[in-house]
T-cell receptor, first 114, second 115 residues
Framework: DQQVKQNSPSLSVQEGRISILNCDYTNSMFDYFLWYKKYPAEGPTFLISISSIKDKNEDGRFTVFLNKSAKHLSLHIVPSQPGDSAVYFCAASPSHFGNEKLTFGTGTRLTIIP | NAGVMQNPRHLVRRRGQEARLRCSPMKGHSHVYWYRQLPEEGLKFMVYLQKENIIDESGMPKERFSAEFPKEGPSILRIQQVVRGDSAAYFC?????????????FGEGSWLTVV
């Protein structure tokens, strides 16, 4: 039972354009959502998070949008840079503070084309 | 990756041997988590520990797997009598504790190969 789904296994975007990564979830108990970036043979690196009481959170080039009614969140990266090429994981937590058990999606491999 | 130290980075074990993976959390962090990533899959939660306590082990296989976080020293994930299906990347993460802003940070991972 995949409670967090990333339906696009891969995405290619031209450098300078916007990258939009999508994530859907099924469990209404999830209260906090996070995005992690992962390079091969390394651990996930925290990017940005959002609490369920918000619908948008922005940090530099990264913005996360949350649509609770649709159980959908998205990560926008603008402008996209070659160093953004990595696998991006969406994760969800039942904790309001996001630091209990995380449920991860299967990841989307983002490739930025120079 | 934010100072969570894992060792060994790579470990090869024959079927039936024991594997021990160690994790030192970031300085000041008292909460440790272990996750496993099988090939071509996302990370799956295994266990959540605080010092000397297991808080949530709902993701741990019922047999052969155990975890501890002693008062002194690193957290240890122990896999007894390893099988080929245990081959995976094992990631440790830590956080300062519960409370707003206490995000989980991951280590570089330990890659276990069972031959």
């Amino acid at each position: 039972d995949q409670q967090v789904k990333q339906n696009s296994p891969s995405l290619s975007v031209q450098e300078g354009r916007i990258s939009i990564l999508n994530c859907d979830y099924t469990n209404s108990m999830f209260d906090y959502f996070l995005w992690y970036k992962k390079y091969p043979a390394e651990g996930p690196t925290f990017l940005i998070s959002i609490s369920s009481i918000k619908d948008k959170n922005e940090d530099g080039r990264f913005t996360v949008f949350l649509n609770k009614s649709a159980k959908h969140l998205s990560l926008h990266i603008v402008p996209s840079q070659p160093g953004d090429s990595a696998v991006y994981f969406c994760a969800a937590s039942p904790s309001h503070f996001g630091n209990e058990k995380l449920t991860f999606g299967t990841g989307t491999r983002l490739t930025i084309i120079p | 990756n934010a100072g969570v130290m894992q060792n060994p980075r790579h470990l090869v074990r024959r079927r039936g041997q024991e594997a021990r993976l160690r994790c030192s959390p970031m300085k000041g962090h008292s909460h440790v988590y272990w996750y496993r990533q099988l090939p071509e899959e996302g990370l799956k939660f295994m266990v959540y520990l605080q010092k000397e306590n297991i808080i949530d082990e709902s993701g741990m296989p019922k047999e052969r797997f155990s975890a501890e976080f002693p008062k002194e020293g690193p957290s240890i994930l122990r896999i007894q009598q390893v099988v080929r299906g245990d081959s995976a990347a094992y990631f440790c993460a830590s956080s300062p504790g519960q409370g707003a802003g206490n995000t989980i940070y991951f280590g570089e991972g330990s890659w276990l190969t069972v031959v």
